[in-house]
């Protein structure tokens, strides 16, 4: 029986691993996106996350790091390198699926990266995390194709106090019995935001679509979307939000009437039929801190 001689143990530590969530479907993505990490003013001195095949994005040769990458990367270890240096992680789709967003970060990470946030958003703790089955989300961008099967709102949101569009606010919405589900303005203050379908109402033992179900064929069915717009305004208004920025906005007034006489919260879905909210009077919803 031969033996072998270990010369040299070489291991390899990634100090940042990540992935993204769609807040819309629930699925992880990967194709398509450009994950890069740089010191915070050095854009520059940016490094591209390679995926691998777990659809995780991972990274190598960071500034200052080298020492870590070449770590024993074992509990001992972890202890002795906290994340301590700043970086800021920022993520743009190629296909144009999901809008732009960044995050301050703080690596060495030694579980992939996640966000201590509440759901649904309200007076949210944000923090740097990790775990086996951390993500960061993604949002739609307007020009997204509706995935199927999937409701959709909409709307383009104006910020009625300063007279411009509600760049990079965020909508909460949540249709009959289903999640809620968060999406987020673009810089031009639009939303798409796809939902999904509530259950039909059916009486019992009739059968979907049947003219004597309880709730009439689907194709005329209806649901109560109740929904919530968070947002503060920036100035200037960044071309590539912050992720815990967003996420923390405050709650403001939307308002159905451009009066602003009405406050409002909830409207009605209709099936196969795009929701689109706007004051009376404007093809905008106007809201109001």
Same mark, same amino acid.
């Given at each position: 029986?031969?033996?072998?001689?270990?010369?040299?143990?070489?291991?390899?530590?990634?100090? &940042?691993?990540?992935?993204?969530?769609?807040?819309?479907?629930?699925?992880?993505?990967?194709?398509?996106?450009?994950?890069?990490?740089?010191?915070?003013?050095?854009?520059?001195?940016?490094?591209?996350?390679?995926?691998?095949?777990?659809?995780?994005?991972?990274?190598?040769?960071?500034?200052?790091?080298?020492?870590?990458?070449?770590?024993?990367?074992?509990?001992?270890?972890?202890?002795?390198?906290?994340?301590? &240096?700043?970086?800021? &992680?920022?993520?743009?789709?190629?296909?144009?699926?999901? &809008?732009?967003?960044?995050?301050?970060?703080?690596?060495?990470?030694?579980?992939?990266?996640?966000?201590?946030?509440?759901?649904?958003?309200?007076?949210?703790?944000?923090?740097?995390?990790?775990?086996?089955?951390?993500?960061?989300?993604?949002?739609?961008?307007?020009?997204?194709?509706?995935? !199927?099967?999937?409701?959709?709102?909409?709307? !383009?949101?104006?910020?009625?106090?300063?007279? !411009?569009?509600?760049?990079?606010?965020?909508?909460?919405?949540?249709?009959?019995?289903?999640?809620?589900?968060?999406?987020?303005?673009?810089?031009?203050?639009?939303?798409?935001?796809?939902?999904?379908?509530?259950?039909?109402?059916?009486?019992?033992?009739?059968?979907?679509?049947?003219?004597?179900?309880?709730?009439?064929?689907?194709?005329?069915?209806?649901?109560?979307?109740?929904?919530?717009?968070?947002?503060?305004?920036?100035?200037?208004?960044?071309?590539?939000?912050?992720?815990?920025?967003?996420?923390?906005?405050?709650?403001?007034?939307?308002?159905?009437?451009?009066?602003?006489?009405?406050?409002?919260?909830?409207?009605?879905?209709?099936?196969?039929? !795009?929701?689109?909210?706007?004051?009376?009077?404007?093809?905008?919803?106007?809201?109001?801190?």
């Amino acid at each position: 029986m031969s033996s072998v001689a270990v010369l040299e143990w070489i291991s390899i530590v990634t100090p &940042l691993a990540v992935r993204f969530r769609d807040e819309a479907t629930l699925s992880f993505f990967s194709d398509d996106l450009s994950v890069a990490v740089y010191p915070p003013g050095t854009p520059e001195l940016k490094t591209d996350g390679v995926v691998n095949r777990s659809g995780v994005f991972v990274f190598r040769n960071l500034p200052g790091l080298r020492d870590v990458e070449h770590g024993s990367g074992d509990a001992d270890f972890w202890a002795a390198n906290p994340p301590q &240096l700043d970086f800021v &992680l920022e993520v743009r789709d190629n296909a144009g699926r999901f &809008l732009p967003e960044s995050l301050r970060i703080k690596l060495p990470q030694r579980h992939p990266l996640g966000l201590g946030i509440a759901s649904p958003v309200a007076s949210p703790l944000v923090l740097q995390t990790g775990g086996d089955t951390a993500f960061l989300p993604l949002y739609s961008a307007a020009s997204r194709p509706l995935p !199927e099967g999937m409701a959709v709102l909409r709307t !383009e949101l104006w910020d009625a106090d300063n007279e !411009e569009p509600a760049a990079w606010a965020m909508v909460e919405a949540t249709a009959g019995e289903q999640r809620t589900v968060a999406g987020l303005a673009d810089a031009g203050g639009r939303v798409m935001l796809p939902l999904p379908y509530p259950k039909p109402v059916v009486a019992l033992g009739s059968p979907l679509g049947s003219p004597l179900g309880g709730g009439g064929p689907i194709t005329q069915q209806s649901w109560p979307v109740a929904f919530t717009v968070r947002y503060h305004r920036r100035t200037p208004a960044p071309g590539v939000p912050d992720l815990a920025d967003v996420l923390t906005q405050p709650a403001v007034t939307a308002w159905q009437e451009t009066s602003l006489t009405t406050p409002w919260t909830s409207a009605t879905l209709r099936y196969g039929r !795009e929701l689109v909210l706007a004051s009376g009077g404007s093809s905008r919803l106007l809201i109001t801190s």
